[in-house]
């Protein structure tokens, strides 16, 4: 079966130390994939996709992803955290008939 | 651009009480999806639609219908509410079948007491 596992619940980074996030998918074949972000009390927000071609793929607010096939993973990293970040962030995948999202990941983040 | 509007922001239902909860996109996005978003679970799928006319049932559907009679519109119904579906709700539609990526909705915030 499809599915898409952040195996990290719940992450703590200082503000300016460098961050990833793990995704790892199942399927058959490379599904398209996805980061978003959620703040508090709002709506998902795309950061960035991936559906082919370059690896690496560069997003909204500093945030690049790395796909690879050979770990079926697509990290998401930032360079340099800032304390606006903390949020929930969901990786999710679209296999060309629905969406599978994880169980997120959130990131708090301190001084 | 609106994007997508959910209608209501929140909403307080008693138990056993029908509502629709109301999507509307305006980017002629043919994929529509309806989701709960409840702690720890992450997102569940509801009903999604791959245009207009065509609705077919997500992972939690039980409780719920659909209809999409235009592009635009995708409501969700809950036809007798339960403390079970308090939860968050969120539509979502996307461009190239679903390819594009989701647009998310502000979410509906909904009790049943």
């Known amino acids: 079966a499809q599915s898409v596992t952040q195996p990290d619940i719940h992450i703590t980074v200082s503000e300016g130390a460098s961050l990833e996030l793990r995704c790892n998918y199942s399927y058959g074949a490379t599904p398209y994939l996805f980061w978003y972000v959620q703040s508090p009390g709002q709506g998902l927000q795309l950061l960035l996709k991936y559906f082919s071609g370059d690896t690496l793929v560069q997003g909204i607010k500093g945030f690049e992803a790395e796909f690879k096939r050979s770990q079926s993973s697509f990290n998401l990293r930032k360079p340099s955290v800032h304390w606006s970040d903390a949020a929930e962030y969901f990786c999710a995948a679209f296999t060309g008939n629905q969406f599978y999202f994880g169980t997120g990941t959130s990131l708090t983040v301190i001084p | 651009n609106a994007g997508v509007t959910q209608t209501p922001k929140f909403q307080v239902l008693k138990t056993g009480q029908s509502m629709t909860l109301q999507c509307a996109q305006d980017m002629n996005h043919e994929y529509m999806s309806w989701y709960r978003q409840d702690p720890g679970m992450g997102l569940r799928l509801i009903h999604y639609s791959v245009g207009a006319g065509i609705t077919d049932q997500g992972e939690v559907p039980n409780g719920y219908n659909v209809s999409r009679s235009t592009t635009e519109d995708f409501p969700l119904r809950l036809l007798s509410a339960a403390p079970s579906q308090t939860s968050v709700y969120f539509c979502?539609?996307?461009?190239?079948?679903?390819?594009?990526?989701?647009?998310f909705g502000s979410g509906t915030r909904l009790t049943v007491v």
């Open positions: 979502a539609s996307s461009s190239q079948g679903g390819a594009g990526g989701y647009t």
